[in-house]
């Protein structure tokens, strides 16, 4: 268990490669893409990401937070944009410390792997393809994409972390060693890039994440350190009001005109850039079992989820902060890997349904007049009673000490006890509310 290979060198990969390092294990990466230290990024092919406590927490055990702070802008909360270019402000939290980072997927990439690269124990090799696996045996084959080659690796323990696609994964059900399901969300989604002023200076107010909710389909935009946003339009593949419909220039500057008036006078190449970037899916990957013998699947090869909540990477890194205690427990990979699977499933399958149910609160909830009289009142029962009431997105953003599992369920509870707070027209401060929570075993 001294060596380790990992299949993927992104930012999971990567992060995963530098904690056990640490440990005194030599590890060896093989990623399918170039090195991220010697090449540009391709544009339009990735969302933006949120860095945020649990994230954060993995960052540091592993020593690279320094490394990265320079490359995130700091988000305290949501700026929402209505149909007149008018803007709100909406705070995420109400405690100093309640912050959201961005961060692009390419800086973070980059860094990671130059931390890696620098780190004893840990050795980089990119362009490998990996075309199959025999987990009995520990072997891994590639293609190395350079020169043109197959070859194959006895790599013993195996850790896959090449994404939503994994080859691995794909190999592993070949075998029936695993199987998988994808629950494909009916909402595509396209990236545009909003330019930095000519002082290379933001264009909006860099400190929040701006959203444009309109309902059935939304556009959001992040914060670069370079001065650029990275916007990120969703809406559905199909129907009236979709990609399908924005067949043409005309069509989708029309569309934009009507619906996102101050977001367009900041893309000045919007039909180009429309035309050009790719319209991604998003799904939701179920896949059992993660790990059969030497072998495991973490992050999104596992277990990937729709972006709404900003947790796809958050949730990866902490899944490499229990891998690598575990990892440190037990005597053999197998049991590491079997106690892994058991202690992280309940997790991930909260963090996946949360996810879906913020996509809804982001792009029409959010509008709604009764949304944030319900949100002061949930702030004010966390003010008042601060250990049994937390509202579930602070719990899932700001508390990595709160699972997953039990913000889904807490933040339920939560809803019943507001539902009746507000049902009855009673305050935070009444003794009706101190009712309800202890009631409801908060």
């Known amino acids: 268990m001294n060596n380790v290979t990992i299949v993927g060198g992104g930012p999971v990969g990567s992060l995963l490669a530098l904690l056990l390092a640490k440990q005194g294990r030599h590890v060896t990466v093989y990623e399918r893409r170039d090195d991220p230290r010697t090449t540009t990024p391709e544009r339009g092919r990735s969302i933006n990401l949120a860095l945020a406590a649990r994230g954060l927490r993995a960052l540091a055990a592993a020593d690279a937070l320094t490394a990265l702070q320079p490359l995130m802008t700091a988000m305290p909360g949501r700026i929402l ?10 705070p995420y939290g109400q405690h100093p410390e309640e912050i959201n980072w961005s961060i692009s997927r390419a800086e973070i990439s980059r860094a990671l792997v130059t931390l890696a690269g620098k780190q004893e ?33 006895h790599a013993g323990t195996i850790i896959a972390a090449d994404g939503a696609g994994s080859a691995v994964r794909g190999a592993l059900e070949q ?12 909402h595509d989604y396209k990236e545009l890039s909003i330019p930095a002023r000519a002082d290379g200076s933001h264009c909006m107010d860099p400190h929040g994440l701006h959203i444009w909710p309109r309902g059935e389909f939304m556009c959001i935009a ?18 009236p009001v979709s990609f399908d419909s924005l067949r043409d220039a005309a069509a989708v500057r029309a569309f934009f005109t009507a619906q996102f008036p101050d977001l367009l006078a900041l893309v000045p190449d919007l039909e180009t850039q429309f035309a050009e970037h790719p319209q991604g899916g998003l799904a939701t990957l179920h896949c059992w079992p993660w790990h059969t013998g030497n072998t495991l699947l973490i992050g999104d090869a596992a277990h ?14 902490e899944d490499c902060l229990l891998l690598d205690r575990l990892l440190a427990q037990h005597e053999t990979a197998a049991a590491a890997f079997r106690e892994y699977e058991s202690a992280r499933r309940l997790d991930t ?5 949360m996810a879906l149910e913020n996509y809804l609160e982001m792009r029409d909830t959010v509008r709604r007049s009764d949304y944030a009289l319900r949100r002061e009142l949930a702030l004010e029962l966390e003010r008042r009673y601060p250990r049994q009431f937390v509202p579930r997105y602070s719990m899932v953003m700001f508390h990595p000490e709160i699972s997953y599992s039990e913000a889904l369920h807490r933040g339920q509870t939560q809803e019943r006890v507001l539902d009746a707070l507000i049902a009855e027209g009673v305050s935070a401060a009444s003794e009706r509310a101190a009712v309800l929570i202890r009631d409801a075993g908060l």
């Open 81 to 90: 944009h209505d149909e007149n270019g008018q803007t709100r402000f909406m």
């Open 121 to 153: 124990g840990v050795s980089l090799h990119f362009n490998q393809r990996c075309l199959n696996i025999d987990p009995d045996s520990g072997t891994l084959q590639f293609h190395d994409q350079r020169r043109g080659i197959e070859h194959t690796v």
């Open 304 to 317: 990937a989820i729709v972006p709404f909540h900003g947790q796809g990477l958050n949730c990866g890194f």
């Open 222 to 239: 992040l914060p670069n350190a370079d001065g650029t946003f990275t916007a990120t339009l969703f809406m559905p593949r199909s129907g």
């Open 175 to 186: 075998r029936q060693s695993c199987q998988s399901t994808e629950d494909l969300l009916a």
């Open 349 to 353: 399958d909260a963090i996946a349904q």
